[in-house]
């Protein structure tokens, strides 16, 4: 498993929050894409990113909240767009595990990182920030129904 280290820039988001399992279906994807693509915000120039902002293992399923973002370019006029939220991301230096396997195995990736990778590495989780994981693919046009995934765990350097 090839992880790289990566610094990623401080990021304006547009975002839908939902609440309730990951593994249930995220109709808020759909929402927030057709909001993307209806103002010119696809990629290559701009990124869609998945943040899961609980912890399975500690919050219940039903209490899980993920946030559907789409990036946004400098002089975006969000005063324009009220129906839609907004923030920042930190940015700061990342470790990058890219994913390319069936969407219910995304947990295994995060199982790799934090029980094996991390605890095996020069780095530490960094929970002031977020997991970012920017979806690469549509997996619904995937050949095999797979997603490409860059997953980004927020790192900080370990304290010898």
């Known amino acids: 498993m090839n992880i790289l280290i990566k ?13 309730g399992s990951y593994f249930e279906p995220q109709e808020h994807w759909g929402k927030l894409i057709n909001w993307a693509t209806g103002n ?11 943040i899961s ?28 767009h009220k129906d839609m939220k907004f ?3 930190e940015g700061g230096q990342y470790a990058l595990y890219s994913f390319y396997e069936k969407p219910e195995k995304l947990h295994s990736a995060y199982q790799y990182m934090f029980g094996e990778w991390l605890p095996n590495s020069d780095y530490a989780a960094d929970y002031e920030r977020y997991n ?10 995937d050949p095999e129904g797979k997603c490409r995934v860059d997953l ?7 304290r010898s």
């Open 53 to 80: 902002l609980d912890n399975p293992a500690e919050v219940e399923s039903k209490d899980c909240r993920h946030d559907a973002c789409v990036t946004i370019p400098d002089g975006f006029e969000k005063e324009n």
């Open 87 to 89: 923030r920042k991301l």
């Open 132 to 141: 970012l994981e920017f979806n690469m693919n549509n997996p619904s046009e």
């Open 152 to 158: 980004f765990i927020p790192v900080k350097k370990r």
């Open 7 to 19: 610094n990623l820039p401080e990021t304006e988001i547009a975002y839908i929050r939902r609440t």
């Open 40 to 50: 010119g915000l696809y990629p290559p120039q701009q990124s869609f990113i998945g």
